[in-house]
């Protein structure tokens, strides 16, 4: 009878914890309702395995969120000891290109600067540097290294054809690597299972998302909320709509769980605030979707 009762509970909390996403669900959609954008949420809880998806098979395009399958693939090759984490590096100031977003170029704006890779790695993920970003795709001989190794490792809806430079160069380009929303879910949902990477790079890499300082998902969420993360945005056209505003990652609830979302904010005709304010309301209503 004990046993019975002991069971009895265990169904009761695990429904309650399997609910939580199903319920924050009317939640979102309240937040994108009538707004003039295409929002897709993906959302995984690995504590129960439940998923969230709302244009979950949609394809949106990546911008700097492609910089997360980068950084994956140039750590597979120092697992693999093509390179090292503490091997230094030249930027050369050849490949500091103007008007682009870098960190690396404010700060070093002569070039020719030595830095070691992991230091590279953490400007291309953290501070989201697109002058890093390729600097690591010339090491790795081209975007299309990335496409291929991530559809090795069976995520098929994905697209990476080009640099942050050559994204740049139109509006057209911005849209060439794209992924869906599931298919980041997936992607996250190995590397957190540390089946992408050894323990120390993916100690790194989760380190380095840690710090990612672009973006608003925790604009809304307790100072000391864990969120490893990496954004991707994009500026407007003439017609004032913005090709994407995306954040994805995993969190840590106030309960412990681990959740991974990819929110991804296409053909927007709202504001910047706009955007990254629907990001941060979602990330509001995963995070409070467990109460003490």
């Given at each position: 009878?004990?046993?019975f ?59 700097s ?21 503490n091997?230094n ?38 501070q ?33 054809e ?44 989760w ?86």
């Amino acid at each position: 009878m004990k046993k019975f009762v002991l069971f009895a509970i265990a169904v009761v909390f695990n429904h309650m914890a399997f609910s939580q996403i199903s319920l924050v669900k009317k939640e979102i959609e309240k937040v994108i309702d009538h707004k003039k954008a295409t929002v897709g949420v993906a959302l995984y809880d690995f504590t129960n395995g439940e998923t969230l998806n709302i244009n979950g098979e949609k394809r949106f395009p990546m911008q700097s969120v492609f910089k997360f399958h980068v950084a994956l693939a140039v750590l597979n090759e120092v697992d693999h000891k093509k390179f090292e984490l503490n091997q230094n590096m030249i930027m050369p100031r050849a490949d500091l290109h103007p008007n682009t977003w870098s960190p690396i170029r404010e700060k070093y704006p002569e070039g020719d600067v030595q830095l070691t890779l992991s230091e590279i790695i953490k400007y291309n993920v953290s501070q989201s540097d697109n002058n890093a970003c390729d600097l690591l795709l010339k090491m790795l001989g081209g975007a299309s290294t990335v496409n291929t190794y991530i559809h090795n490792k069976g995520i098929s809806d994905v697209n990476i054809e080009k640099n942050e430079q050559e994204l740049n160069m139109s509006w057209d380009a911005m849209f060439i690597n794209w992924t869906t929303p599931k298919s980041l879910i997936e992607l996250l949902k190995l590397f957190h299972n540390q089946k992408l990477l050894d323990a120390e790079t993916h100690s790194f890499l989760w380190q380095a998302m840690l710090e990612t300082s672009t973006g608003s998902i925790k604009d809304k969420l307790p100072q000391d909320a864990v969120v490893a993360h990496k954004t991707g945005a994009s500026g407007f056209n003439e017609k004032g709509v913005s090709a994407a505003t995306n954040d994805v990652g995993i969190m840590v609830l106030p309960d412990g769980r681990h959740i991974a979302f990819a929110i991804f904010i296409t053909d927007s005709n709202e504001t910047a605030e706009t955007n990254y304010s629907i990001i941060a309301e979602i990330a509001n209503l995963v995070y409070n979707s467990v109460r003490d």
